[in-house]
């Protein structure tokens, strides 16, 4: 495949189809970042099957191809409501972002991969209620100052996508906090 249609393929995916590619990049990352989580247990001799649990990364797609698309509306409102890319701007966004999208995505995440593994939703609740905390605090750690830079320097159509990419990061230690985590 040439430079040249992979280029067209990007272009295309980041104007014509940008919801799709949201979502799909949303679940393929949050896929990755569960591997990578993998690869560290199981290098650090912590896994607790041995080998590669493709049911469990299965499931990380699934949550990530779920949170794909409020991912990308929030955004799009975010900036219709508080346009432009000025540091007064910026703050409000991250201040939205992280009182809204980020208490989503933290305890969708937490309660919708438990009810995946088959907890009830009273086990589910349980854990949402012990790990919510320590989550979100190493949410407000890191998304900020990245928040700052995405509101600040990145368009619009490629947020997500930039959001995604340290998400890979971040993905690993949600991934952490759900399998090994232990309040």
């Excluded at 990755?32 to 649990?53: A, C, F, M, P």
């Excluded at 949550?63 to 929030?74: D, K």
Aim: a positive charge.
């Amino acid at each position: 495949m040439s430079v040249e249609r992979v280029r067209t393929l990007f272009r295309s995916a980041y104007s014509k189809h940008l919801l799709a590619t949201n979502i799909v990049a949303s679940g393929g990352l949050l896929l990755l970042g569960d591997v990578i989580q993998q690869h560290i247990e199981l290098y650090r001799g912590l896994h607790t099957k041995g080998s590669y649990d493709w049911n469990g990364s299965g499931k990380m797609l699934l949550m990530g191809l779920f949170h794909g698309a409020p991912r990308h509306y929030f955004y799009v409102y975010l900036d219709h409501y508080i346009p432009g890319r000025t540091i007064s701007c910026a703050v409000k966004k991250v201040f939205f972002d992280q009182t809204v999208l980020s208490v989503f995505i933290d305890s969708t995440f937490l309660y919708g991969i438990s009810i995946m593994e088959s907890q009830t939703p009273a086990q589910a609740w349980r854990g949402l209620q012990d790990k919510f905390l320590q989550v979100y605090l190493c949410d407000w750690l890191l998304w900020p100052p990245i928040q700052m830079l995405n509101f600040t320097l990145v368009p619009l159509r490629f947020r997500v996508l930039f959001v995604n990419v340290v998400n890979l990061a971040w993905n690993t230690i949600l991934s952490y906090f759900q399998h090994q985590y232990q309040p």
